[in-house]
Nanobody, 124 residues
Framework: QVQLVESGGGLVQAGDSLRLSCAAS???????MGWFRQVVGKEREFVAA????????MYADSVKGRFTISRDNARNTVTLQMSRLKPEDTAVYYC??????????????????WGQGTQVTVSS
């Protein structure tokens, strides 16, 4: 079992930066982590993910070059650094984890554990 708690959301202006954090508890090793986001009325979509080691990462095309995912396994946290934010980045951002895998996962149904979400709003 893995419990996830996100933090760091808020209201920013276009072009600003924001950092989201996800703290994991319960199981503390051997799980891949990712970030997804969802706008009301739309499906939850993949944003970024990192393997357990942190050496492998993947990003959605829409955020590539602007967002960076990283993890600190000693502190059981994963961070999503978002820069050059755009109004279309506005969404609820969810942290996700899946155990017993070393590969990067990018599909919604591959993750069993989810945080409660944190709102990010980017004004134009």
């Amino acid at each position: 079992q893995v419990q996830l708690v996100e933090s760091g959301g808020g209201l920013v202006q276009a072009g600003d930066s924001l950092r989201l954090s996800c703290a994991a508890s319960g199981r503390t090793f051997g799980f891949t982590m990712g970030w997804f986001r969802q706008v009301v009325g739309k499906e939850r979509e993949f944003v970024a993910a990192t393997s357990w080691s942190g050496r492998s990462t993947m990003y959605a095309d829409s955020v590539k070059g602007r967002f960076t995912i990283s993890r600190d396994n000693a502190r059981n946290t994963v961070t999503l650094q978002m820069s050059r934010l755009k109004p279309e980045d506005t969404a609820v951002y969810y942290c996700a984890a899946e155990v017993d895998t070393r590969v990067v996962l990018t599909t919604l149904h591959e993750y069993d554990y989810w945080g409660q979400g944190t709102q990010v709003t980017v004004s134009s």
